[in-house]
C-alpha cells in the first residue's frame, strides 16, 4: 500500500512532459529577445541606464518570491561571492553587452557569448582544480578562433566591429565569473535569493553610467517599456522558467539548447529590425558552438 502511494503522489507531483520542453523553449525565445532589444534601443539609452533600469525591474519581480522563500543569512565569503557575481555577471556584463551592441548586431553578440562556457572551463581549472586535458585545449583554441573569425567578418567598419566584439567578449568573461560563483553559492543559499541580491548589486553597478535615466523614466516613452520587457521577460520570468525546465529535465540535454540563442535571435532580429549578420559571423559562430562542445567531451580512462 505504501509503495503504490508513494508511485501516486509521484506521478501526481510530476508535470506534464510538455511543460519542461515549453518552458525552456519560452526561456530560449526571451533571452534571444533581449539581444534584439538592446540592439534596437542602445543608440537611445545609455548602456548603465539600460543596464540599471532592467535589473531594478528584475529584482522587484522577484523581490515576492524571495520573500515567500524566506532569508538564508549569507556567510562573509558569501556576501564577497554575492558581490563578485552581482557585480560582474549583472553589473559589468551589462555594461560591456549593452555597448558592444552599439558596435554589431544582435546575432553576433548572441554568438560570441556563447563563448562563456569556454571561459568557464578555463577558469574552473586554477579554482575547482579541474584538469587541463586535450579536450580542453582543444576546444578552447577552437572556440577562440571562432571568436577571431566573428571579429574579421562582422562589419566594414573595422574599428567599430572590432571594439563591438572586444565587448562582448568581456559580457561572455562576466557570464562565466557568475556561473563559478553561483556553482559555490547555490550550495545554501536559494537560487531567487542569489538572482535577488546579484540583480541588486548589478544595477547599483551600473547607477555611476546611468545619467539619462530619470529622464526615460520621467518621458514614460518608449524606451522605458523596453526597458521593463527586458527586466520582467528576459529577466525575471526567464530565469524562472529556465530553473522550472532545469529541474524537470536533464541539465546536460538543456544547457545544449542554449545554443539554439544566436540562431533565434538573428530571426527575430531579420524580422523586425531588418537586420541580418555577415555570412563570415555564422562561420566564426559555428566553430564557437564546436569549441564549447569539445570543452565538455571527457578523455578516456585507461
Not at 573595422?158 to 560563483?181: E, I, N, P, Q, R
Request: hydrophobic share 55%; proline share 6%.
Amino acid at each position: 500500500m505504501t509503495t503504490t502511494r508513494t508511485d501516486h503522489d509521484s506521478a501526481t507531483a510530476a508535470p506534464p512532459a510538455w511543460l519542461p520542453v515549453t518552458a525552456g523553449a519560452v526561456t530560449l525565445v526571451l533571452w534571444a529577445s533581449a539581444f534584439v532589444v538592446i540592439r534596437h534601443v542602445a543608440h537611445d539609452v545609455s548602456p548603465g541606464a539600460l543596464g540599471s533600469g532592467r535589473l531594478v525591474v528584475a529584482a522587484l519581480v522577484m523581490l515576492p518570491l524571495v520573500l515567500r522563500r524566506g532569508w538564508v543569512r549569507p556567510t562573509r565569503r558569501e556576501w564577497a561571492l554575492l558581490a563578485l557575481g552581482g557585480v560582474g555577471w549583472f553589473g559589468v556584463y551589462n555594461l560591456a553587452l549593452n555597448a558592444g551592441e552599439r558596435h554589431v548586431d544582435a546575432g553576433t553578440a548572441a554568438m560570441i557569448i556563447q563563448i562563456g562556457p569556454v571561459i568557464v572551463a578555463l577558469l574552473a581549472i586554477p579554482l575547482f582544480g579541474e584538469v587541463l586535458h586535450r579536450w580542453l585545449v582543444a576546444g578552447m583554441l577552437v572556440g577562440f578562433a571562432g571568436v577571431a573569425v566573428i571579429a574579421r567578418g562582422s562589419s566594414s567598419d573595422a574599428d567599430a566591429s572590432l571594439l563591438g566584439v572586444v565587448l562582448v567578449l568581456v559580457a561572455a568573461a562576466m557570464y562565466a565569473v557568475g556561473v563559478l560563483t553561483q556553482k559555490v553559492l547555490l550550495r545554501r543559499i536559494p537560487s531567487v535569493q542569489v538572482v535577488l541580491v546579484s540583480f541588486l548589486i548589478g544595477a547599483v553597478t551600473c547607477l555611476p553610467f546611468s545619467g539619462d535615466l530619470p529622464g526615460i523614466v520621467a518621458d514614460g516613452g518608449p524606451e522605458l517599456w523596453w526597458i521593463v520587457y527586458l527586466g520582467v521577460f528576459p529577466t525575471a520570468i526567464a530565469f524562472t522558467t529556465w530553473a522550472f525546465a532545469l529541474t524537470h529535465t536533464d541539465a546536460g540535454a538543456l544547457s545544449l539548447t542554449t545554443f539554439l540563442v544566436p540562431l533565434i535571435a538573428t530571426l527575430i532580429a531579420w524580422l523586425t529590425i531588418d537586420e541580418v549578420p555577415p555570412s563570415l559571423t555564422f562561420v566564426g559562430g559555428a566553430l564557437a558552438i564546436a569549441g564549447v562542445l569539445m570543452t565538455r567531451r571527457r578523455p578516456r580512462v585507461s
